[in-house]
């Protein structure tokens, strides 16, 4: 079966662009307030359904994976702080970041001095809103802008979340798209951070819409898309499909693909995998600013797909690195922080390493003592100078040379200078004439 074409998804004259289309998706994600469990990211997920033909799993509360355990299921209605005068000066409904997340119910009236050391502002950024968590330590917290909590007066204040923290369920989405082999391609997104454009959100954009046109075209490698939450849920599925996990041959976590900083690609643990050569090989061909930094146990859920005893070829495909942009993990990681734009060209690069994948094979020259007589079998009138899509003889002479069984197309077009498209069309028509045989 031939891979997948080399032009991009383009959507029909009626739809938006593409861009345009992924920046609705997280318009239309921002609001819901995710975590690591409960309703949001079922309601997330649902709505990934309506691109996706995405599987929703559900993994109780208590069930035990590797060293973990999937934790108790956290569900928010509503919370608010008033102060004295009555007066709502923090409201939950405004913005979900207010909330730290996983925060226990409480509703209470205490003085500033015993509110303040439930919250958390950014001293360095004072107009932003901070994003905190408090997943595996029973707590509850209040976030705001700094200079909101250096005018707060002296007085009591009430304190409402209505939250729960119940035994329920983990839910993970989950996509499989079958190829001509059953060796799979890795896609994994987080999906549990709540109001956060870039860290969450772009990714998902891209999974689902690289999904969306991976289902429409023939594919060598069967693809295998995650929407899990961060850690726990990278945990869980490896955890639960030990086996199905040996079938990842390449893979990529996709986050912070949004923004307009330079891409950063992270190799995997390997740090020579083909998944890195070819993403390396990708952004270098695009002519765009970029860094390819090694493999380090932080970050994504590269980390678990990367431990020792999995060790796969997951790399991590970013713009501005986690961490390394002010606005990560702030209220200023909002729908103005991410582009139709940029997420089109995050789109684009992100498919250009999946066709080079689906592409790059090793082969075996079958005339080895030699060249063969191009001429002969009509491949010498194949010559470049024609109109685009003409085989390149040089291609044709390179492809023969190094197809020793050790070189692949990837490596042949990098040693060689031409494009990859040229070494692949200039193998295909070897391969047509019985001159090359397929090693892997
Ligand atoms: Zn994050």
């Not at 939950?92 to 207010?98: G, I, T, V, W």
């Not at 119910?105 to 950014?122: F, N, R």
């Not at 990529?252 to 390997?270: H, N």
């Not at 600013?289 to 796969?312: M, T």
Request: aromatic content about 10%; hydrophobic content about 35%; glycine content about 6%.
């Amino acid at each position: 079966m031939p891979p997948f074409p080399l032009s991009s998804a383009t959507p029909s004259t009626s739809a938006p662009p593409l861009g345009q289309q992924m920046y609705q998706l997280i318009t239309t994600l921002y609001p819901i307030c995710r975590s690591i469990t409960g309703d949001g990211v079922r309601q997330t997920l649902q709505i990934l359904q309506q691109h996706v033909p995405l599987e929703i799993h559900e993994v109780p509360s208590g069930t035990q994976v590797y060293d973990w355990t999937v934790p108790q299921e956290w569900n928010i209605r509503d919370a608010y702080i008033k102060n004295a005068r009555g007066e709502k000066i923090i409201d939950f409904q405004a913005l979900n970041l207010h909330v730290v997340n996983y925060s226990t119910p409480i509703h209470q009236t205490m003085s500033l001095e015993a509110l303040k050391q439930h919250l958390y502002s950014l001293p360095d950024h004072p107009d932003w809103v901070p994003y905190r968590t408090t997943y595996y330590q029973e707590n509850w917290g209040f976030c705001l802008a700094h200079n909101q909590l250096l005018a707060l007066e002296e007085g009591d204040y009430e304190v409402y979340i209505d939250a729960t923290l119940a035994p329920g369920h983990l839910t993970y989405g989950e996509a499989h798209l079958p190829g001509h082999t059953t060796e799979e391609v890795l896609i994994s997104c987080h999906v549990c951070h709540p109001s956060l454009a870039n860290d969450n959100l772009s990714g998902m954009a891209i999974a689902t819409f690289l999904a969306k046109y991976l289902a429409t075209v023939p594919r060598h490698y069967s693809y295998r898309f995650l929407f899990i939450p961060g850690t726990i849920g990278s945990i869980t599925w490896l955890c639960l499909n030990e086996a199905q996990a040996l079938q990842i041959k390449h893979g990529l976590v996709l986050t912070c693909l949004g923004d307009a900083g330079k891409f950063t690609y992270k190799r995997s643990r390997r740090g020579n995998a083909e998944i890195d050569q070819v993403a390396e090989y990708v952004l270098q061909q695009a002519g765009i600013p970029h860094e390819v930094i090694d493999f380090f146990p932080y970050g994504y859920d590269e980390r678990q797909y990367c431990s020792p005893g999995f060790n796969l070829a997951v790399g991590c495909m970013m713009r501005s690195p986690h961490g390394r942009f002010p606005e990560y993990h702030t209220s200023a990681d909002n729908l103005d922080f991410v582009t139709a734009e940029n997420l089109a060209e995050s789109y684009r690069h992100t498919l250009e390493i999946l066709q080079v994948l689906e592409r790059n094979r090793t082969y075996l020259n079958q005339n080895s003592k030699c060249e063969p007589r191009l001429g002969k079998r009509g491949l010498y009138k194949a010559v470049g100078g024609h109109a685009t899509g003409a085989v390149n003889e040089m291609a044709l002479l390179w492809v023969l040379n190094l197809s020793d069984g050790d070189y692949s197309l990837l490596e042949i077009a990098k040693r060689s200078g031409l494009g990859f498209d040229q070494i692949y069309r200039a193998a295909q028509v070897l391969e047509q004439h019985d001159l090359l045989q397929v090693v892997r």
